[in-house]
Structures are given as structure tokens and as C-alpha cells.
Nanobody
């Protein structure tokens, strides 16, 4: 089992910045991918950014150039630095950790942290 605890959400004005943190504990040696998803009211949960254990990173087109995902392996923590925030970035942000095999993916989720961007 893997436990994820997020922090860093809040209310910010458009153009501002926030840094989200996600601390992982438990059987973290099995985790291959960590990332951030978000879900706005009435919308499906979507990937924001992900980073593999090998360091490969991908971003949603909507946040490229504005967000940076990073990980501190010593602290078992993944971060999402968000700059130039827009009102459309308002959502609940969820940390995700995934065990990935040849024929399966097991996801673990944090409790979510609210990000609200005011115009």
C-alpha cells in the first residue's frame, strides 16, 4: 500500500504561483510513475503532469510552459510548481502514484487539494 499526502493548495490571483507537494509513504519502491491530476466541477479528472521513476516527464498541453513537476527521491516527495495561473486552472488537484506492470496499472490517490484562481 502507498499513502499520499498533498499540501500547498489555496487561493491565488490570476498570474500568481503555487507549489503543490505530495509526500509518499508505504511500499513506495513499487511506484513507477507519480503525477498530478485535476478535476474541475462538472469535468472529468485530467492529467496535469507526470514523472516516471526514470525521470521522463510529460505535461498536459494546457499547462506546458507554466508548470514544472519534480521529485525529491530522498524525501519521497513530488512537487508541482505552477506559475502564471489562470482562472481555468481552478480545480481540485490530486496526487497520483502508480504501480505499472506489463498488463496492469494500480493507482493510488491523495485526498486532493483545492486550487482556486481568482480573476
Amino acid at each position: 500500500q502507498v499513502q499520499l499526502v498533498e499540501s500547498g493548495g489555496g487561493l491565488v490571483q490570476a498570474g500568481g504561483s503555487l507549489r503543490l507537494s505530495c509526500a509518499a509513504s508505504g511500499t513506495i519502491s513499487s511506484i513507477k510513475i507519480m503525477g498530478w491530476y485535476r478535476q474541475a466541477p462538472g469535468k472529468q479528472r485530467e492529467l496535469v503532469a507526470g514523472i516516471t521513476s526514470g525521470g521522463t516527464i510529460n505535461y498536459a498541453d494546457s499547462v506546458k510552459g507554466r508548470c514544472t513537476i519534480s521529485r525529491d527521491n530522498a524525501k519521497n516527495t513530488v512537487y508541482l510548481q505552477m506559475n502564471s495561473l489562470k482562472p481555468e486552472d481552478t480545480a481540485v488537484y490530486y496526487c497520483n502514484a502508480a504501480e505499472v506492470g506489463t498488463a496492469f496499472r494500480r493507482n493510488y490517490w491523495g485526498q486532493g487539494t483545492q486550487v482556486t484562481v481568482s480573476s
